[in-house]
């Protein structure tokens, strides 16, 4: 039986509940550390190291130093311990301004100068991205499929359709009006994103009529570029396909309804591992 632990780091716990949410794995791994739901004081020698949230304080950046030579196999889970994320967010000039005015704080992490992905302080082999991974993710990457092809896109998973006669002139907020089945939510006034966002959910959202928010980040023509290559083509989308006012559309994407993803890419976006190294993305 194979062994692997699951490392977290700056992060919100969901990857860890989205793994025990995925029962196929219980009969051939072992789950030897995560301490959400295992009582260990170390990480013991694994076959599979997952590591999840970002690199965001001194601690995290000792712990995985730690733990990474132990593991076979190294994989970045979620859009934390990939890109920056939400955990990305405290590398803000207010936040970080707020954070440092409280003198009164004890005890706490020393934050770094700013948020770093887990490919930036460790080799790592593979990553498996979103916010959280589905479940189904987790089995593939535990079980892989001789044939597994993923979708570049979250648009290709998509069974909407675009309309060219459709060209809505405002963008409709998420709690007004009606969403038609089968049509794209860009040709009816929708903030969806999923034109870029990265591919291999299944569409889940844009499917349910929910506009994609990029949880699962850029895509891989975006993600090394940085944020602002991939707003720039989000308003190219949409000036494509609507008529809405330029400045509306920009406004709409620097929201707070998409800042925790349009803005995730930490310092340094990279997500290939140490130079000379392929990692292979699910």
């Known amino acids: 039986m194979q062994q692997f632990a699951v490392l977290q780091l700056t992060g919100c716990a969901g990857c860890e509940v989205s793994l025990l ?6 009969e051939q791994y072992e789950l030897v550390y995560m301490p959400l739901v295992i009582s260990a004081n170390s990480i013991p020698d694994v076959d599979i190291l997952l590591v999840s949230g970002g ?4 601690e ?17 889970v979620g ?3 990939i890109s920056g ?19 009164g704080r004890r005890h706490l992490p020393r934050l770094l100068p700013e948020c770093r992905s887990i490919a930036e302080v460790v080799p790592i082999q593979q990553t498996l991205p979103g916010c959280p991974p589905t479940p189904e993710l987790f089995v593939r990457l535990l079980f892989p499929p001789k044939d597994l092809h993923m979708a570049k896109t979250v648009c290709q998973e998509c069974d909407r359709k675009k309309q060219k006669t459709m ?39 844009t499917r349910a009529g929910q506009p994609c928010v990029g949880c699962r980040g850029p895509s891989e023509a975006f993600i090394h570029k940085g944020p602002e290559s991939w707003l720039n083509t989000i308003e190219k989308v949409f000036s494509k396909m609507t008529d809405v006012p330029s400045n509306e559309i920009k406004a709409a994407l620097r929201s707070p309804q ?9 310092h340094d976006p990279s997500t290939g591992g140490h130079p000379g190294q392929e990692v292979e993305v699910l």
């Open 85 to 103: 994320g939400v955990a990305n967010l405290g590398s803000r000039d207010e936040v970080h301004d707020l954070f440092l005015a409280e003198e």
């Open 21 to 26: 949410n995925a029962e196929e794995w219980l």
């Open 55 to 58: 690199v965001r304080t001194d």
């Open 167 to 205: 060209r809505p002139r405002h963008l409709e907020g998420l709690l007004r009006g009606t969403v038609l089945p089968e049509i794209c939510l860009i040709n009816q006034g929708y903030l969806c994103i999923g034109t870029s966002t990265r591919g291999g959910c299944n569409a889940p959202c």
């Open 79 to 81: 859009t934390c311990a």
């Open 258 to 266: 998409l800042s925790l993803f349009l803005f995730q890419l930490s």
């Open 60 to 76: 995290d950046l000792v712990r995985l130093r730690r733990a990474a030579p132990k593991a076979k196999k190294v994989v970045a």
